[in-house]
């Protein structure tokens, strides 16, 4: 499998414009099922998730087609509903299909998503939704499936605020006779952007961004062109990667509102960061301990920040504490940073910090997503060389991360046999 080698202390200077959502394109491309007609996509990350995502699109019966960062999609007449269990382990995001298939096609089979490893995520919340709406669910052996002869719109209360319910209950609900409301939806800015790519094919969605989201039920989507959003998460990862490495980046594409938590901790910590339109400059300088940062729902400091400010605030001047509030497994690269020589010690949600001078290069291994990118900034840092296997995790959310590092400055390559996708 490969791996990063990283050679620490180069501090990273230049322009990088931001692509498009990870957290956007994923449900994006489950709602162009809704269509039978062409869909292209623009500015889409060239990142594994998309890449396990085009191949269930492709098992479905969608012909798929990219060229450099636009996706053509042609959904045409599908002739399966039924997704390989290989595909959805891959991916907890393939979850997403079950409103769109429902909708088209009345019935979807899945087996339980995979994805990283950070804790719980039951999908209770999107199948209540689901059979408010009168869809039928059997679970059993791994699998879930549902079926509905006619989907009817429904008053829908979420117990908590989730991105993935929310997201597949706004897709279910399109082809649904009347008006389906949902109560403490999840406000993130990926749900208006799939509202709006939604709405741009003729669907009737209003309140995304709110805590109430209204859905009318409408015949038939059309045809669409659509841009992504700019990457938030992916944006707030390289203002630590400059601040940690007391770098001046400017970072193009971006919508500053939209980092807004994440920019208030972090110039909290000494960073300095200020915007001019969509770019957004950062300046690295000593970094201050954080006395809280609390992960919450949007608009709340978002848990895919979490491992990467950690790993900033190991370097700070005092002592700082997480509180991580969303997902129970979040803290698995604490171990990875100690061997790093960072002094973190964990009490249940929370996490404290106590700065140290220097952190050291070391062998450490990627535990998901997010923590991955973290045990890269950390490399970044070091005293030396280090070393970060399991990078495939890395690669689920960021496109080519080691030449967008090297282009700015960073001594990082990728040595080994790739991972199949």
Not at 13 to 29: D, F, H, T, Y
Not at 54 to 82: A, F, W
Not at 218 to 237: F, N
Request: glycine content about 10%.
């Amino acid at each position: 499998m490969e791996k990063f080698i990283i050679s620490g202390g180069s501090s990273l200077s230049g322009r990088l414009r931001v692509k498009g959502a990870k957290n956007s394109i994923l449900p994006i491309l489950a709602a162009s099922l809704l269509t039978s007609e062409r869909v292209e996509l623009k500015d889409v990350p060239d990142i594994s998730d998309v890449k396990v995502m085009l191949n269930i699109l492709e098992c479905l019966g969608v012909k798929v087609s990219r060229e450099k960062d636009i996706l053509l999609l042609e959904p045409g007449s599908l002739y399966t509903s039924e997704i390989p269990e290989s595909l959805m382990c891959e991916m907890r995001s393939s979850i997403f299909l079950m409103g769109p298939l429902l909708g088209r096609l009345g019935k979807v089979k899945v087996s339980y998503p995979g994805g990283c490893d950070i804790g719980p995520r039951p999908i209770d919340l999107h199948l209540k939704g689901l059979i408010s709406m009168g869809v039928n669910i059997k679970e059993e052996n791994g699998c879930v499936q549902a079926e509905a002869r006619s989907l009817k719109g429904s008053n829908v209360h979420l117990d908590f605020p989730s991105v993935g319910a929310t997201e597949n209950i706004m897709m279910a609900a399109i082809y649904a006779r009347g008006t389906t409301t949902i109560h403490n939806a999840a406000k993130e800015p990926e749900i208006i952007d799939l509202q709006n790519f939604l709405n741009k094919m003729g669907a009737k969605i209003k309140g995304a961004g709110t805590d109430t989201i209204k859905i009318e039920g409408v015949k038939s989507l059309g045809k669409v062109s659509y841009t992504l959003i700019p990457d938030r998460i992916l944006a707030g990862t390289m203002i630590i990667a400059a601040a940690i490495t007391r770098g001046e980046l400017m970072l193009e594409n971006v919508i500053p509102e939209h980092l807004e938590a994440v920019s208030s901790k972090l110039r909290e910590a000494g960073v300095e960061i200020w915007e001019e339109g969509d770019v957004l400059h950062v300046k690295g300088r000593k970094i201050n301990a954080v006395q809280s940062v609390r992960t919450l729902p949007y608009p709340g400091f978002p848990t895919d920040m979490q491992a990467q400010t950690m790993t900033l605030l190991t370097l700070a001047r005092g002592t700082s504490v997480i509180t991580e509030n969303v997902f129970d497994g979040r803290f698995s690269h604490v171990g990875e940073l100690k061997k790093m020589g960072a002094d973190i010690m964990v009490d249940g949600r929370s996490a404290v910090i106590q700065g140290v001078k220097q952190l050291h290069g070391a062998v450490v291994k990627a535990p998901d997503l997010r923590a991955g990118a973290a045990l890269v900034l950390a490399g970044l840092a070091a005293e030396g060389h280090t070393i970060v296997e399991e990078i495939h995790h890395i690669d689920r959310g960021y496109e080519k991360f080691e030449e967008t590092l090297r282009g700015l400055g960073a001594n990082i390559k990728r040595v080994g046999i790739p991972a199949e996708v």
